[in-house]
């Protein structure tokens, strides 16, 4: 008798107590079945349509950047004057197309674009500011002018590039300094070979925060050549006009100076080996032509004809 109370009285203390704890993991569930469904999903669709929107640059450049674009465009039957000063092979193709000095050329490398030929050829990784996956600072386009050693970029801080919430690294902005640097030296090196040089000075003064998502200018020139030593002035800007938002009240637009975000003190040192790979495509030479696609006057390497 007292074994069988006991028992019934275990049985409804077990009931009334399991009862509720029951409920209680029921409740977990379905409150983590919900939140999985609804909360997760408004956070899926508003990280996605937040990042998508800088996956890739947007389609649409400002107008400083088409204008960079459209002014450095030539067509092949265009009369350019055979002058180049940097002593580059002229393509055989365009006979009708002389080159010069005098003019923009769009910068092309290989190892910049063709990243199957970048992996069967010994880089090992991508490039910090030419990966065409980039999410971090990329830059889009170059175009350098051999007479007056000037050099211009369009570049693009992707969400890689982020630092404080919106705004990007410092680093993003050295880094492409430091490419600047590089590669203005390099196209103006007297040594004549590939990746022949170092920038070993990068004296970056940090002017105004960039937001994620920049499409923004980069301008330069080699300022002086001391025996060895190339030294380099540049600018980030927002390429004036009306790109910072300024339009006149009658709609006009406004001929606004450019918004300096950081500017560029830097040196590079010509003749330096930093690599020691010795094959043809450590051969390779500068080569300027027009595009037959693009109708552009460009400055591409010769590793464009290797394997
Ligand atoms: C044709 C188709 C393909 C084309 C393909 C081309 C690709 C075109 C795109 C490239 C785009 C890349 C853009 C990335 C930019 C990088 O360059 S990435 C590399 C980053 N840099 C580094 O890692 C450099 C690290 N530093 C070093 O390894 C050593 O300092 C170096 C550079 C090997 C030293 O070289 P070195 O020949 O021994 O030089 P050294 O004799 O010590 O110095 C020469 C002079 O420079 C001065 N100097 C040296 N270092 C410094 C310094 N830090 N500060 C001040 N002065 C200095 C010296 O005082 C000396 O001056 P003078 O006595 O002549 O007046």
Known sequence: MTTTSNRNISTSTVRSSFLPFLAGIAFGIASSILYTRVICSRNQKSSSS????????????PRFAQEILSNHHHTNTE??????????STNASSPNTALSSENWTEVRLREWEDLNWRDANGWQGRDLCHN?????????????????????GVVWFGPHAESHRGLCHGGAMTSLMDDFCGHLAFLHSTSGQPWSGATVQVNVSLKKPVKVGSIL???????KHEGRKIY?????????????????????EQNKDPLVYATLEGLSIDGVKMSQHEDPVSKRTWEVEVCEHSGRLQRRDSGWKLL
């Open 50 to 61: 937040s990042s998508s929107l800088w996956l890739q640059p947007p389609s649409t450049l």
């Open 79 to 88: 009369k350019i004057s055979n002058d180049d000063s940097n002593g580059e």
């Open 232 to 252: 380099v002035h540049a600018t980030l800007d927002d390429g004036g006009g009306d790109n910072n938002g300024g339009s006149s009240i009658d709609g006009e």
């Open 132 to 152: 065409p996956q980039g999410l971090g600072v990329r830059i889009l386009h170059y175009y350098y002018k051999a007479s007056s050693k000037e050099m211009v």
């Open 217 to 223: 200018r980069i301008i330069g020139r080699i300022d």
